[in-house]
């Protein structure tokens, strides 16, 4: 469930939020391994369920980053592969998941590891709006077996507060760091991917939702995890600790005080299956 987005219309921001570079920094890929939320628990069953077919032989997980939502399908195949473009999370993924069914390679959604026709699921999670959609679904077509599934997953991160006062002080916040995301492909996330072209014609949609405590260290130990937040700081010329403190003192400015940052929030996340059978 998506809190409205702040970012500037129909403009796109240049390309020097390159998304790609946004995550090839080891610092941020161990921030982001340890911080973010991976899909809902339920989310590798339902897909396994919705293939039919027993248990897979091959799973890849393209845009895995450093395996935060790969190590959810552990288990769920035979053989696990995580397919991410940048170097760093890769080689985060590779130190911290070590099972003898996964593995994970540098590389792309336009060139997947694999032959044709030998792959029972593909999932994308929090990535396919960094995609050429057209270039991975053809991609897909190639590997995927007769009665494959192509699983694009969101997960509504941080999610919806049910404290209201700091559900209406996160919103202002996000309007303040929006200016500094890719505002084609955030705004494409934050519509929960509308509009998404999948490539086959039996399509499901999925949702699972499940609730998180977080402290308000919690919440600024997160946004440090965002592309937002790295492009805020390099175009600031900031370290981490000097971004997050000017990040503290915003949400200090919208209404935040000593006493809310003792508090423990409560927020309910939602996972988002958007699956489509070859």
């Not at 919690?218 to 592309?227: A, E, G, K, R």
């Not at 937040?229 to 981490?240: D, G, H, I, Y």
Request: with cysteine; net charge neutral; hydrophobic share 35%.
């Amino acid at each position: 469930m998506a809190q409205s987005s702040g970012c500037r219309g129909d403009e796109v921001v240049p390309d020097r939020y390159n998304p790609v570079l946004m995550f090839e920094n080891d610092a941020h890929s161990v921030r982001y391994s340890t911080i973010r939320p991976s899909l809902a628990q339920k989310s590798a069953e339902a897909l396994v369920r919705l293939l039919g077919s027993g248990k897979p032989t091959l799973w890849i997980d393209v845009g895995c980053g450093p395996g935060t939502s790969t190590k959810k399908f552990i288990g769920h195949a035979d053989k696990i592969i995580g397919v991410d473009v940048s170097e760093s999370q890769i080689k985060v993924a590779k130190e911290t998941i070590i099972h003898p069914s996964v593995s994970f390679v540098r590389g792309s959604c336009e060139k997947l590891p694999a032959e044709d026709g030998t792959v029972d699921i593909i999932t994308a999670v929090q990535a396919a709006h960094y995609f050429d959609m057209a270039v991975f679904s053809k991609e897909a077509k190639r590997v995927l077996k007769p009665g494959g599934i192509l699983a694009v997953i969101r997960i509504d991160s941080p999610g919806v507060c049910t404290s209201p006062k700091f559900r209406d002080i996160l919103q202002e916040f996000d309007k303040y760091i929006c200016q500094f995301a890719d505002s084609k492909s955030y705004r494409f996330w934050q519509s929960g991917y509308k509009g998404l072209p999948l490539p086959f014609t039996e399509q499901h949609r999925l949702v699972f939702r499940e609730s998180y405590k977080r402290t308000f260290d919690d919440i600024i130990n997160l946004f440090t995890t965002y592309s937002h937040f790295e492009n805020f700081r390099k175009e600031k010329e900031l370290s981490v600790d000097e971004a997050r403190a000017v990040f503290v003192n915003r949400f200090e400015e919208l209404g935040i005080g000593e006493e809310d940052k003792k508090e423990v929030f409560s927020f309910d996340v939602d996972t988002l299956i958007l699956a489509s059978r070859k």
